[in-house]
């Protein structure tokens, strides 16, 4: 072939595989296998339903949506976790991702409260220990 063909055929090669290539957009998945309460040492705890997420001292549930992204599993809810007067409180706000991770004792998520980004794990918990109820 021609060397003034070379990065033409380059070019090409490359847009075809571009094409074949196409971004994977996050897929919803069935959350039945992360509902359930949990709770974190020094912040308010949560229950996962069906009907959305209730977080303790919030009556109405927030939906979210359980997807699958590049860093792994994550619930998509329109909640951010915030530092309120040394408590740590989630309240309405843009869309926030939080990590769910595997073990051994069922789901958990990473949550990070504040600007200073506080880490809190949940962990999948007894029906008891959640007070509030979708």
């Known amino acids: 072939m021609p060397r003034s063909r070379q990065p033409f055929m380059i070019i090409a090669l490359l847009a075809v595989a571009a094409a074949g290539c196409k971004l994977q957009e996050s897929t919803a ?6 509902y359930g309460c949990y709770t974190a040492r020094d912040a308010p705890a949560f229950r996962l339903s069906g009907a959305g997420m209730v977080i303790e001292g919030m ?12 860093v792994g599993y994550v619930i998509d809810i329109p909640l951010q976790a915030n530092e309120t007067g040394g408590r740590f409180v989630f309240a309405p706000g843009d869309h ?39």
Not at 29 to 34: F, T
Not at 62 to 70: G, S
Not at 99 to 127: C, L, N, Q, W
């Open 29 to 34: 998945q069935d959350a039945s296998a992360i």
């Open 59 to 70: 009556s109405a549930p927030t939906p979210f949506r359980y997807e699958f992204r590049k």
């Open 96 to 134: 926030h991702f939080y990590r769910m991770v595997p073990s051994d004792a069922g789901p958990t998520f990473v949550v990070a409260f504040g600007p200073e980004a506080v880490v809190e794990i949940y962990k999948h918990s007894p029906e008891a220990a959640c007070k509030s109820k979708p």
